[in-house]
């Protein structure tokens, strides 16, 4: 039982790059969720999903991109990166929004 | 809109010291409210949660929080620290049909031997 896991684990990109974020489940959760964190800022919900073939924007969305096409994993793409976009960034899952959300172990996203 | 207030940045406290760890939320319904610990480099992981009953609720680690409805807080305790407790700690808040958490800013937690 993995849990949550990311991939990759870290990414250095330039400005104007894109790259994909991998999150998978074996939980079989319904829900899952992209954060992002910043010093300070605490962890800002990207986008979030309640169910396989579903998406929503969440607290930032802007510059990103998520689909959910089977229901153990949540891509989170940016299309253009940008230096604003350097952080850690986490995926969750959960059954539902009462119960515990199970974390992965982050990707640590520099762009250049 | 569900907010939620962690009122310190960072608490220092002595080895084998008390510490209360403060957050307060703001929901004009029912809230469920949790608290997160984030050891360094690693993942969020659950420390304790409130959804309905009893107001203190004791969670993992020796770690407790008591839910106050008055006073909008749900503050999390431990009567004596740990080095290994030193870690960032998130309260979050939801509510009866939202679909997503609120997390607080966050508070670094430091053990001093």
């Known amino acids: ?112 | 809109a569900q907010s939620v207030t962690q009122l310190d940045s960072q608490v220092p406290v002595f080895e084998e010291a008390p510490v209360e760890l403060r957050c307060n939320y703001s929901s004009s319904v029912s809230v469920y409210l949790f608290w997160y610990v984030q050891y360094p480099n690693q993942g969020l992981q659950l420390l304790l949660k409130y959804l309905s009953g009893s107001t203190l609720v004791k969670g993992i680690n020796g770690f407790e929080a008591e839910f106050n409805k008055s006073q909008t807080s749900f503050h999390l305790r431990k009567p004596s620290v740990h080095i290994s407790d030193t870690a960032e700690y998130f309260c979050a808040v939801t509510q009866w049909g939202a679909q997503k958490l609120v997390f607080g800013q966050g508070t670094r937690l430091t053990i001093n031997p």
Not at chain 1, 77 to 101: H, I, K
Request: with cysteine; hydrophobic share 30%; aromatic share 12%.
């Open chain 1, 1 to 112: 039982n993995a849990g949550v896991t990311q991939t990759p684990k870290f990414r250095v990109l330039k400005t104007g790059q894109s790259m994909t974020l991998l999150c998978a489940q074996d939980m079989n959760h319904e829900y899952m969720y992209w954060y992002r964190q910043d010093p300070g800022m605490g962890l800002r919900l990207i986008h979030y999903s309640v169910g396989e073939g579903t998406t929503a924007k969440g607290e930032v969305p802007d510059g990103y991109n998520v689909s959910r096409l089977k229901k153990q994993n949540f891509l989170l793409g940016l299309e253009s990166a940008a230096p604003s976009q350097t952080s850690v960034y986490f995926c969750a899952s959960s059954p539902d929004t009462y119960n515990e959300q199970f974390f992965g172990p982050g990707t640590r996203l520099t762009v250049l």
